[in-house]
């Protein structure tokens, strides 16, 4: 099937984050099409982003009002897709008003979070013509029960590829760097890092992200990890991508923690991948990927890590550009409209 971008109207509803949702509609936009963009979520401040991770249904009154006044208010519109990206608030009843009030649209979603972590996504899979899933092993266990469900991992921008002429000997500001929001075990690990570098006069850049300081004192009283540190230690206003760009273009490795009971690969990986840098990770599952490489790549254990010192000093091994093409917004688009080149 070969589905064409150009003078197609699209609905796309995503989650804010570090402004790629914006990058994504410029890019829908770039390849032809016309794109009416909405916040996924009704829900601005801080304090309730961070309560709906912990008690998602106080907000499905909310949701339902803020989609019905959508809808009534595009009702019309013609589309040919309605696209969510990160379908976090999305339940049976919007799905079934979007499917009514938009009969001819394919319907798309996109998860960049974990099915198995997040049950309620089996709820609205059905309602969907395709739902990607950005977990391979995800993939694996519902596809055999859902014939909609797609993989695809994430992409990177179009800046992140670099001129790889003398990229070998670049120097760099930063020995290692994190940009993330820090949840599960992540302060746990990048306390060990810190640790380590103080000990190795490492140079790193740490931005470790809280969606609000409810969430910190939460933490302060739930996690170890947590005991000694403080209100301070942690950001709280997203950091821009261009500077995330910025950071890890002047980084020698990239730290990176999925969360442990996601397999998929983070933006922060594929970013690194496309940059040619070399990636320190705990997800085991990236040997799975065509572009992994031992040299470049160092997975270590959750619990009592272990850090090979030679990694530091192998060489780099350049990845190829059509492996890294695979991984660009442009192509995962493409992917998601099943758009083919001809």
């Not at 760099?172 to 380590?196: A, E, V």
């Not at 939460?218 to 821009?240: G, P, V």
Request: hydrophobic share 40%; with cysteine.
């Amino acid at each position: 099937m070969v589905v064409r971008m150009k003078g197609n109207n699209i609905l796309f509803f995503s989650v804010k984050f570090f402004s790629y949702d914006v990058k994504m509609k410029m890019k829908m936009e770039e390849l032809g099409a016309k794109v009416d963009m909405f916040d996924e979520r009704p829900i601005k401040s801080a304090f309730n982003r961070a309560l709906l991770k912990v008690v998602p249904i106080l907000y499905t009154p909310i949701t339902k009002r803020y989609y019905t006044r959508l809808i009534k208010k595009l009702k019309f519109n013609i589309y040919n897709y309605v696209f969510i990206y990160g379908p976090d608030m999305i339940t049976p009843s919007i799905m079934k008003k979007l499917r009514a009030h938009f009969p001819n649209a394919v319907l798309i979603a996109y998860c960049a979070d974990s099915i198995y972590k997040k049950r309620r996504y089996e709820r609205i899979i059905p309602y969907f013509d395709k739902f990607f899933t950005y977990d391979r092993k995800d993939y694996d266990f519902y596809s055999i029960k859902y014939d909609n469900l797609y993989f695809r991992p994430l992409f990177y921008l179009d800046k992140y590829i670099l001129d790889i002429n003398g990229i070998e000997t670049q120097t760099h500001t930063y020995d290692w760097s994190f940009i993330g929001t820090i949840h599960s075990d992540r302060q746990k690990i990048i306390n060990y890092f810190i640790d380590y570098s103080k000990i190795y006069n490492l140079k790193y850049f740490n931005y470790p992200y809280l969606q609000s300081k409810f969430i910190f004192w939460f933490y302060k009283f739930t996690k170890s990890s947590f005991r000694n540190k403080k209100i301070t230690d942690f950001k709280y206003k997203k950091i821009d991508s261009e500077e995330i760009f910025t950071i890890l273009k002047n980084s020698k490795f990239i730290l990176d923690m999925q969360h442990p009971k996601n397999t998929g690969l983070t933006m922060r990986t594929i970013e690194s991948i496309a940059m040619q840098c070399k990636i320190i990770t705990t997800n085991e599952d990236i040997i799975n990927y065509d572009f992994y490489n031992g040299d470049n790549i160092e997975i270590i254990p959750r619990e009592n890590i272990i850090i090979q010192n030679n990694f530091f000093d192998k060489p780099l091994s350049i990845i190829s550009k059509k492996i890294l093409a695979r991984y660009s917004l442009d192509c995962w688009i493409k992917d998601i409209f099943l758009e083919k080149e001809e």
